[in-house]
């Protein structure tokens, strides 16, 4: 008896086999899960151990409290019987999915038959039928047919529910430690989007398999972390869809790379993942990702899908051994649209893409069919998409196919390219199973599906009991008095840690409790942030806390919608088709499929400010719509700046440019508005006036500017001019089709009705003239001497008089305006401090001679540099040589050095004073 005992597992799945006389490649998963079954059951030693431990830990609670007639202990007692049935109700649940997950097959294909839509009207010919729950018949003109089987059919009158009921089960399996993926597969506007992402009305997979994850998380009693990612492979390349994406070709973007683990586990390297503890964070987050998704207008359909995109919910749970792994993931694939080349016509990037898209496709065919007919090699190198689903498609991961069809007649060969596509990928199931079989398979599944029911019923009754026994313990706690009231507390937590169970109503607090211990062991890339810690504020951080993570500078809120083109081998730049669009309009996110205007962190989101953004501002939905509107108040205000927008208009390569509204209130620029802007020299620009300042800051060798040098550079690679990114959303304006909505939209049209009423002329002539600075407090008719003082001048800047610098066509100022275009001085003062908006720098005028004092002698000197520089043709020379009489070429380098350190200084709100610019500093800048 004993050597039999002994005997390999190998021979009980024969035994099982002969046992069930059914044909071993049929049940061999069934009997496989069956083995795995028998070997994670305890020992004999292991199951006493167990016995010994759970006596010793009621023994232990019942010591906690001395009195055994305690009802609190009696309480715990119960609780902790229950918890060990739910366990194994648990246990036991995940074992029959199992098994009716197998039997139904591990890649699983359903068939989706698009409704007619409005204006499309057939007639009585409908050239794609749903025959039954599992059959489709396809009629051609020549009145042949051809059927095709999946394992289950929707009809073009399914519901999103129906869809949803058949997924559910994967959805459950993933929650107990399996991979699972999700595709949608079709031709291009079949309704692949349609059935994962849903209508704000009907909501599709996608939602709905979270929705339901999360639910069931909390109806179970382990504490589950939830982590969301987002991607799109286009044309062969990973975008993660939850950072900003790149404005400029140039920019940097993290490299997504796909790596994998000696245990066959796949990792993407920088991908994002942020931890979700409920529904309406991952929506949030789906939603965003999804409006960052490139989609484009093509013959078949005006939204198409030009990418796959991916959506990523890794789930961990430690300390739960029936759970197959500690940490898997679901992933749930939209594919690109698989469409016909010569039929859509495409041409240029649409092509491009539409190569891309069907070759992963066929890769993606290639790999489910090699799975299905257990081949030695899978090759899932030969795509991105199956190299990042490797570890999530067969073996046992649950895969499930939705393939989607048109009922149209001028469709049907793509329909049959699609159904053939379904076909292959399940076809050991057709080849090799028999109708008696298949019946002996139902009747086990049917079997299965009861079983399970009942598990489902048992489990309801004892969490149910769970929830009662803690809520009497809670109603003990609350009559105690208050300093027992505490003690209790404490107690309770203990028991929630000691013995672990199911308390319902608490499991969401427990999530966020628990997840803090988690995280350290939560794979790399959900790893605490320095963002993560800003969740409840800087003050909730440490004193070491803060000194290690000091505050994030943010970044001024920019609003753009962006028409980002991706330079694709041998197509031209100017091509004239519609091009991918990033739209990151002010479209408020939906929270409950309605607006949430916490959209405005738009494509400036960077990982922290996600964060925030999920996380929220305030609990409460007062609060958070508070916070929004006072978000949009302050984008307002930045864009309009309070009531009174001056729009002004740039031409640039004959194209008409509109920048920032600038403080009317701020600006008084008597016949000089506009000035002509070149974009691509303002942040050359830019970085070149730091550049300055830093080399001359580094000569006057103080100690603060050296700090501040630290943080201009930091400024330099992490903040553009401000003025940039509305320009680049007026841009966009320009050069996409794509339409913004909210703020942006309604700055621009006004801003165009603006710039229409200016005639393009006057613009350009109008920026021969610098704008002017002076301190209104003293202007033109004041006693020169006092002008003059350099104290008062001091005052006026660095304290408190900052309010009233203002732009002025104030001739004594003029000079000074030459070197660089002070557009606006905004009122944002911190303490005595300053800023200055920003500073355009013309490199027309970088080099013309400052009048600063000086008689006629210095007048010819200019007008001969200038003659030999080749700059005395420029007719804007000449207009300043007219209105100016002293030159002085260098006094002007250093006052052009000098403001830069001005306006340097105010921009990054150091102040005066604490640079120690001394009185002689001003020498010069006054008259
Ligand atoms: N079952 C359905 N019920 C109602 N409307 C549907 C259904 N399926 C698709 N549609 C509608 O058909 C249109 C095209 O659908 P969708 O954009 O989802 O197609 P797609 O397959 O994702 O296309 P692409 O691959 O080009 O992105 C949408 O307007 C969608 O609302």
Request: hydrophobic share 35%.
């Amino acid at each position: 008896m004993a050597s039999r005992t002994r005997k390999p597992l190998h021979n009980l799945a024969e035994t099982i086999h002969s046992l069930l006389g059914q044909k071993s490649h049929l049940t061999s998963s069934w009997v496989k899960s069956v083995c795995n079954i028998i070997i994670n059951l305890p020992s004999e030693e292991q199951s006493i151990e167990l016995r010994t431990a759970n006596l010793e830990t009621m023994s232990s609670s019942e010591n906690l409290d001395d009195d055994l007639g305690n009802p609190k202990s009696k309480i715990t007692d119960e609780l902790a019987i229950l918890t060990a049935q739910i366990n194994e109700l648990n246990r036991q649940r995940k074992q029959v999915l199992n098994e009716f997950l197998d039997l139904k097959g591990n890649i699983r294909v359903f068939c989706r038959i698009r409704p007619i839509g409005i204006g499309e009207n057939f007639g009585c010919y409908r050239p794609v039928v749903a025959l039954d729950s599992r059959n489709v018949l396809l009629r051609f003109f020549d009145n042949k047919n051809k059927s095709y089987s999946f394992d289950k059919v929707f009809h073009h009158g399914s519901s999103q529910d129906e869809v949803f009921s058949e997924v559910e089960p994967v959805i459950k399996s993933a929650l107990d430690g399996y991979n699972a993926c999700i595709f949608a597969y079709g031709q291009t506007g079949t309704g692949k989007t349609f059935t994962m992402e849903g209508i704000p009305e009907s909501p599709g997979v996608v939602p709905r398999a979270i929705e339901a994850l999360f639910k069931q998380a909390m109806d179970s009693n382990h504490v589950y972390l939830f982590s969301f990612s987002m991607l799109e492979i286009y044309m062969g390349n990973l975008r993660d869809l939850l950072i900003r994406q790149p404005t400029k070709a140039m920019d940097p973007m993290p490299c997504l790379s796909i790596h994998t683990h000696p245990k066959g586990e796949i990792e993407i390297e920088n991908l994002v993942a942020i931890r979700v503890s409920d529904l309406t964070q991952a929506l949030k987050l789906y939603r965003l990702g999804c409006r960052f998704r490139s989609t484009a207008s093509t013959n078949c359909n005006i939204t198409s899908s030009r990418s796959h995109c991916l959506i990523r919910i890794s789930i961990t749970c430690s300390g739960a051994p029936e759970r197959r792994r500690e940490t898997n993931k679901v992933w749930f694939v939209d594919l690109g649209g698989s469409e016909r080349l010569l039929k859509t016509k495409a041409s240029g990037r649409r092509l491009e893409e539409g190569k891309a898209i069907n070759l992963s496709l066929s890769s993606l065919g290639d790999v489910i069919s090699a799975l299905q007919l257990r081949k030695g090699h899978v090759p899932y190198r030969n795509s991105k998409l199956t190299q990042v689903l490797k570890d999530s498609l067969g073996r046992d991961s649950k895969t499930l196919m939705l393939v989607h069809a048109s009922p149209k007649e001028e469709d049907l060969c793509e329909t049959v390219c699609s159904l053939n596509f379904a076909t292959r990928a399940r076809s050991v199931h057709l080849g090799n199973t028999d109708s008696t079989e298949q019946r002996e398979k139902e009747v086990v599944m049917m079997n299965l599906q009861e079983m399970m029911n009942k598990i489902e019923v048992e489990r309801h009754d004892v969490r149910m009991s769970i929830k009662q026994l803690n809520e009497e313990l809670d109603n003990l706690k609350t009559a105690a008095c208050s300093t027992e009231k505490l003690d209790s507390s404490v107690d309770a937590y203990h028991l929630v840690n000691e013995v672990p169970q199911p308390n319902l109503e608490t499991n969401r607090n427990k999530t966020a409790n628990i997840s803090a211990a988690l995280l350290s062991q939560v794979p790399r890339f959900m790893r605490p942030t320095v963002c993560s810690r800003r969740k409840s504020g800087p003050d909730h951080l440490t004193t070491e806390e803060k000194l290690r993570f000091p505050a994030r500078r943010r970044r001024p809120f920019n609003h753009y919608a962006k028409s980002v083109n991706f330079p694709v081998k041998g197509i031209s730049e100017n091509n004239s088709e519609c091009s991918i669009s990033r739209n990151s309009c002010l479209v408020p996110l939906n929270v409950n499929n309605s607006a949430d205007a916490e959209t405005d962190y738009s494509q400036d989101l960077s990982e922290c400010d996600i964060k925030e953004l999920i996380h929220g501002e305030g609990s409460e939905n007062g609060d958070k719509d508070n916070a929004c509107s006072a978000k949009y108040l302050k984008v307002d205000k930045w864009l309009c700046h309070k009531n009174a927008p001056a729009i002004r208009s740039h031409v640039h390569r004959n194209k008409r440019v509109l920048a920032i509204p600038t403080p009317e209130k701020k600006l008084i620029c008597k016949g000089q508005k506009e000035t002509e802007t070149f974009q691509d020299e303002k942040v050359n620009n830019y970085k070149l006036a730091v550049k300055q300042i830093i080399g001359h800051n580094k000569s006057e060798k103080h100690a603060d500017v050296e700090g501040s040098q630290r943080f201009m550079q930091e400024v330099i690679i992490n903040k553009p001019p401000t003025s940039m990114n509305v320009n680049d959303n007026i841009d966009t304006k320009c050069n996409s089709d794509s339409s913004s909505d909210g703020i942006v939209r309604e700055t621009m049209i006004n801003a165009q009705q603006k710039l229409d009423d200016v005639p393009t002329e006057k613009h350009t002539l109008s920026s021969i003239y610098p704008p002017d600075i002076l301190c209104s407090n003293f202007n033109s008719n004041q006693d020169d001497n006092k002008v003059n003082s350099l104290s008062t001048m001091q005052a006026v800047i660095g304290e408190t008089e900052c309010s009233d610098i203002s732009l002025s066509n104030n001739s004594n100022w003029r000079q000074i305006s030459t070197i660089g275009l002070v557009y606006s001085i905004l009122d944002s003062r911190q303490d005595s401090n300053i800023s200055i908006s920003r500073i355009e720098q013309k490199s027309g005028f970088r080099h013309l001679p400052i009048a600063i004092g000086g008689d006629d002698s210095e007048k010819e000197d200019l007008e001969k540099l200038s003659q030999s520089s080749g700059e005395g043709t420029r007719p804007g020379l000449q207009k300043m040589r007219s209105q100016d009489n002293n030159v002085n070429l260098g006094i002007c380098h250093l006052l052009q050095q000098k403001i830069h350190i001005l306006w340097a200084s105010a921009f990054l709100g150091l102040g005066f004073q604490n640079l120690g610019l001394e009185q002689e500093f001003f020498f010069g800048l006054m008259l």
